[in-house]
Every structure is written in structure tokens, then in C-alpha cells.
């Protein structure tokens, strides 16, 4: 197996322009590493600050869905899309905010079967439908969410978390990124 952290090559922080050396740091400085992500889509600066400007504008919400709860369509969306990269940097994440050390193997393995509330279950159903049918995608779908309780500005964050993923998935495949090494026992051991 290749140690390659990406198939096109990796940019280090200190390379980065400094605004996105200031915003790698902060996350770095948070998590103890630099994601991968991050390095790989280094040697494209605007493609990155899109990229982090875009996930931010929808996973530091305040209101609406839970952060716990963003991370939940990120993983059901990158089990979907087989990304491992995703699968499991996000799963890390959902780990922590979930508090909970299995829910991220169980939704990204198995999302039709894995127990949760209806809510979780709503967020889950609605992303699963994007990730594999969009063109399919309609008022059942919406319907469902709704009497499920989620709220329109809700469902819509589901759907642009589920798009946004889409893409980062598909990059994650084309660079063959590689998880960090942290991010497989983040929120499994005590910190």
C-alpha cells in the first residue's frame, strides 16, 4: 500500500498563502494535525478557500441542526458515495460530538438498518435519498422529513451538507486521499 497522503501531491501549511495558513493553523492548532484535506487541496489556494469558506457556511451554523447532527449527513452521505476519507474523518467527528464511539461504523456501514431517533433517522433518510437518487428526489422525500419535524431551513441544510459532501467525496476519490492516522481513534479512547 502507497504512503502517498494524495495522488497529486501535498502542499504543507507553511507553503499556504497566509490566510489559509492562519485558517489550517486554527484547525490544526484545535485537532493536532493537519487533515489531509487540507494539504491536498493546498496547490489550489482558491479552490481550498471556496472550499473551507462553503463547509463553514454550513457546518458552524448556530441554529437549526445540531453540529452532532451535521456530521450525521456527512457520514450517511460518504458511506453512500464510499468514501473513505470522508467516512472516516468525519466519523472522528461525529464520534466526538455524538458522543458516541459507534454510531459513525454503524451509519456509514449499514444507514438503512442502524437505530435511531426519528429525527437522526428523518436527517439520515433525506440525505441517503440525494446521495443515491437526486434526480429521483421530491415531495415524498420532503414530506417525510417534515412530518418527521425538521424545518424547511432544516432540510435544506441537509441538502446542501449532502451536496457539499457529494463533491468532497468525489475529490477525496480522484486524489486517492489518504486519512490521517489520528483520525481512527479520535472519540474511540479517552482524550
Not at 498563502?17 to 484547525?27: H, K, N, S, Y
Not at 420532503?142 to 432544516?154: F, H, P, S, V, Y
Not at 486517492?176 to 474511540?188: K, S, V
Request: hydrophobic share 45%; proline share 5%; glycine share 6%.
Amino acid at each position: 500500500m502507497s504512503d502517498e497522503v494524495s495522488r497529486f501531491g501535498v502542499v504543507e501549511p507553511e507553503d499556504l498563502p497566509d490566510d489559509l495558513r492562519d485558517r489550517v493553523g486554527a484547525i490544526a492548532d484545535k485537532s493536532g494535525f493537519v487533515p489531509n484535506i487540507f494539504r491536498a487541496l493546498g496547490h489550489r489556494p482558491a479552490e481550498l478557500r471556496a472550499f473551507l469558506d462553503y463547509h463553514d457556511a454550513l457546518m458552524d451554523k448556530a441554529d437549526g441542526l445540531t453540529k452532532a447532527e451535521r456530521e450525521l449527513v456527512v457520514v450517511a452521505t460518504s458511506g453512500a458515495n464510499h468514501c473513505t476519507y470522508c467516512v472516516v474523518a468525519h466519523g472522528a467527528i461525529l464520534r466526538v460530538r455524538a458522543k458516541d464511539p459507534e454510531l459513525a461504523d454503524r451509519v456509514s456501514s449499514n444507514p438503512w438498518q442502524v437505530e435511531l431517533d426519528e429525527r437522526g433517522r428523518a436527517i439520515v433518510d433525506l440525505a441517503l435519498a440525494l446521495a443515491h437518487d437526486s434526480a429521483a428526489f421530491g415531495e415524498a422525500e420532503l414530506a417525510d422529513a417534515r412530518e418527521a419535524g425538521l424545518t424547511d431551513d432544516e432540510i435544506w441544510d441537509v441538502g446542501a451538507i449532502t451536496a457539499l459532501f457529494a463533491m468532497s467525496n468525489r475529490l477525496a476519490h480522484l486524489t486517492a486521499l489518504r486519512p490521517n492516522p489520528e483520525f481512527f481513534l479520535m472519540g474511540r479512547l479517552p482524550r
